[in-house]
């Protein structure tokens, strides 16, 4: 998506429920679209391919098929909100999970009205926005480019609650994070290249930053002489503003002839005005100095990082396993690192998991020491524990994963996190 567009409403029935019947509206936007019914996976949706074709793509790993997420299949109602037109229309929509592979799964959502085995489309979550606040934005998957799903084109949005056992529902959150803020695009390569880009100092912050009055003279024509300019005391400015500092030059004004014209610069002149150190030594500098703007302000320009959080489509690629044996049977707990907030989400999901299983539940209760053994290609094998109150140190890890650039560059590396929990 471009710079320009913004987030677009795929409800063009003007009904409340109108979602709910945009299967043609979405296949000619290139979305795909396929047949819940268990029985008509087989049957294509006009030219596309059927829901079990992209099945067979995925187990020999050939375009197309979507991406997908980790774990078995909640049972239960999910609730979207359309991005676009929530603040006109504040209605939700019912999303589902279906079973993909043995061990992934899809968020979908119905297109064909009433009928709960019509039509369907499949949704892609997308790397999490810092601007919606507890909301996990979704984007209609489409087979066209390659069919990966991680490259769209459409500017649909829907928004579910990230974490659903937050103290405030989807319509509150959303209403909070949503309402007087314009419509946004998510964070592309071509957008952060943008925000990486420096803009100029506002008119009206420079207008605020007055310099300090000079008690000496204008010089006349021949003479020398510096004008110390106090350096003000650093002030906290936002990231992404150019820090003024404020130096202090030794100003020289060539003699004339009378004339009053500045004489032309020498080719062979290697050394313009010598610059005042602030320990009186006068050092001359290169004559491209003699070009700068007569404002004795100079501007730094900080550039902005980008973003190395782990994005939604990387940390579904991170699993967390941990195993214990009891009783001559070995427990296998999996969960992925987005499904976890934070290190006491891990901990809350294991104990719902083991709450069964008395010695397991026993053992997270008095757990002290958390060991998580990992490997990234090419890399030596890492082990990082971390003390159960540590969330700083559970935040490192994800750090480092995040910096590694094996998930951004093989989009179907599992990276396994085996983890070990000590009394």
Known sequence: M????????????????GHYFSAMHLYDCGVWIGYLAPERHGERFRNLPSFNELKTNSKRYQDAYPPTIPGKVTEGRREAICRACFTEQPA????????????????????????????????????????????QPYRPYEIINDGRGYDLVNNFCLLVLRNKSQHLGLLETANEVLTNQAPSIPETEESTERTNSISPIPS??????????????????????????????????????????????????????GNNKRPAPQDD?????????????????????????????????????????LVASQSQRVRIIWNQVIDDTEYEYIHTMYECDGFKGLQRLLAEDSEHEPEAAQLLAEARLWRFAFQLPGARKKVTTLRTESEVGFERLQDLLAKSSALEADLRLQIDLQLTILK
């Open 269 to 309: 002149d290697q050394n313009g005005p010598p610059l005042k150190r602030h320990d009186g030594e006068v050092t001359p500098v290169s004559k491209r100095t003699t070009q700068l703007p007569a404002t004795p302000i100079s501007t730094e320009t900080t550039v902005i990082p980008p973003n190395r959080d």
């Open 92 to 135: 939700t929509i019912e999303l589902m999970e279906i079973s993909f592979t043995p061990r992934n799964k899809l968020v979908i959502m119905r297109l064909d009205g009433t009928d709960k085995d019509g039509m369907f489309c499949i949704l892609v979550p997308q790397p999490n926005d810092r601007s919606l606040a507890g909301l």
């Open 204 to 257: 009206h912050i420079l207008s605020d930053m007055a310099l300090p009055a000079v008690a000496q003279p204008i010089p006349s024509v021949g003479s020398s002489i510096a004008i110390p300019v106090p350096i003000p005391e650093p002030q906290p400015m936002p990231s992404p503003m150019p820090s003024v500092v404020f130096t202090e030059h030794t100003i020289r004004v060539p003699e004339t002839n």
């Open 2 to 17: 471009s710079a320009a567009e913004t987030y677009a409403c795929f409800n063009k029935h003007g009904k409340r429920n």
